[in-house]
Nanobody, 128 residues
Framework: VQLQASGGGLVQAGDSLRLSCAAS????????MGWFRQAPGKEREFVAV????????YYAESVKGRFTISRDNAKNTVYLQMNSLKPEDTAVYYC??????????????????????WGQGTQVTVSS
C-alpha cells in the first residue's frame, strides 16, 4: 500500500485548504483512514478518522466544526477539508491507513499505533 498526500500550502488565517490522500491497491475500501499532523517540536497528533464506508467520522476537539474528513472509495482517495484555518493548524499533515480491515469490526481509532501505512506528509502553513 502506498499513500500519497497532497494539497498543502501557505495560507492566511481564516482561509481554507483541502488535502487529498490517494491510495494504491484494491483494498482501500476495506479500511478506515485517518489524518494526523505534526508541528515543529511537537509529537504527532490525531486530527480525524473516517470508517471504511464513510458513515462514521471522529475529530480531535481542536478541529471539530472546522475540518471535515471524507472519502471516495471509487477513487481510492480520502480528503480533509480544512476551513477557518488558524496559525496553530500549521504542521505537516499525514494520512494513514488503519491496520484492521472492516471484517474485524474494531471500529475507528485515534491512536497512531492502530495505523500501519503512512503517507509522506504535506506541509500546511497558516500565517496570522
Amino acid at each position: 500500500v502506498q499513500l500519497q498526500a497532497s494539497g498543502g500550502g501557505l495560507v492566511q488565517a481564516g482561509d481554507s485548504l483541502r488535502l487529498s490522500c490517494a491510495a494504491s491497491g484494491r483494498t482501500f475500501s476495506s479500511y478506515a483512514m485517518g489524518w494526523f499532523r505534526q508541528a515543529p517540536g511537537k509529537e504527532r497528533e490525531f486530527v480525524a478518522v473516517i470508517s471504511w464506508s464513510g458513515s462514521t467520522t471522529y475529530y480531535a476537539e481542536s478541529v471539530k466544526g472546522r475540518f471535515t474528513i471524507s472519502r471516495d472509495n471509487a477513487k481510492n482517495t480520502v480528503y480533509l477539508q480544512m476551513n477557518s484555518l488558524k496559525p496553530e493548524d500549521t504542521a505537516v499533515y499525514y494520512c494513514a491507513k488503519d491496520r484492521s480491515p472492516r471484517h474485524y469490526n474494531r471500529g475507528i481509532h485515534s491512536r497512531a499505533p492502530e495505523y500501519d501505512y503512512w503517507g509522506q506528509g504535506t506541509q500546511v502553513t497558516v500565517s496570522s
